[in-house]
């Protein structure tokens, strides 16, 4: 079973940025896709970006396009999530979360870390 652990969340100001990791505890994460997604309060859990076992295909939601990237360095077992020009509406818990194919579904990745707040202040 692979164990997701997510870091670098913390509190930033509008406009500032914070680079997400993703950890995992088996060598098979380099064979999947992995997936970024958040949750605000109140709000649904929403899609991110993704990536395939590569890196050579990701997929990044609108709302954040042009301002967060997704990268992986297998050798280290980790995905990061690149967060410029943050906004106070990208205050959220962010997860992320491996599996088969790189979806914008949360409900096709198997393994789920802890996730790690982040905060934006305007």
């Known amino acids: 079973q692979v164990q997701l652990v997510e870091s670098g969340g913390g509190l930033v100001q509008a406009g500032g940025s914070l680079r997400l990791s993703c950890a995992a505890s088996e060598r098979t994460f380099r064979s999947n896709a992995v997936g970024w997604f958040r949750q605000a309060p109140g709000k649904e859990r929403e899609f991110v970006a993704t990536i395939t076992w590569s890196g050579a295909i990701t997929k990044t939601a609108d709302s954040v396009k042009g301002r967060f990237t997704i990268s992986r360095d297998n050798a280290k077992n980790t995905v990061y999530l690149q967060m410029n020009s943050l906004r106070f509406e990208d205050t959220a818990v962010y997860y992320c979360?491996?599996?088969?194919?790189?979806?914008?579904?949360?409900?096709?990745?198997?393994?789920w870390g802890q996730g790690t707040q982040v905060t934006v202040s305007s």
């Open positions: 979360a491996s599996g088969v194919v790189p979806s914008r579904s949360d409900y096709e990745y198997d393994y």
